[in-house]
């Protein structure tokens, strides 16, 4: 099972900036699709993807489409989160959450999800 962690998370002005990151130990990032997760009271809502390092397409909701932009930092095995103009409604748990390779590109659906990281908190709030 992959582990993942989850850290960047904070208090944020609306509009300000935060970066989030996903990293794994033991395992190579590379080789597994990401996603990214806000949980919201009742669903975790999916928003974000990335295939794997060599398909390198990356997905995104009509919501954070233009704000947000995930990457991959290959050399440390993590996949970043950058968020920029955040807004209120922004505010929520994120997760990432992985699946390999094998099982094709990358979804916005949880239940597609095997692994899970833990959370890191986000607030938009002035």
């Known amino acids: 099972q992959l582990q993942l962690v989850e850290s960047g998370g904070g208090l944020v002005q609306p509009g300000g900036s935060l970066r989030l990151s996903c990293a794994a130990s033991r395992s190579s990032l590379n080789d597994f699709n990401i996603g990214w997760f806000r949980q919201a009271p009742g669903e975790r809502d999916g928003f974000a993807c990335t295939s794997t390092s060599s398909d390198g397409r990356t997905f995104y909701k009509e919501s954070v489409k233009g704000r947000f932009t995930i990457s991959r930092d290959t050399a440390n095995n993590l996949v970043y989160l950058q968020m920029n103009s955040l807004k209120p409604d922004d505010t929520g748990v994120y997760y990432c959450?992985?699946?390999?390779?094998?099982?094709?590109?990358?979804?916005?659906?949880?239940?597609?999800?095997?692994?899970w990281g833990q959370g890191t908190q986000v607030t938009v709030s002035s």
């Open positions: 959450a992985a699946k390999g390779a094998r099982f094709g590109s990358c979804v916005m659906d949880a239940n597609w999800y095997a692994d």
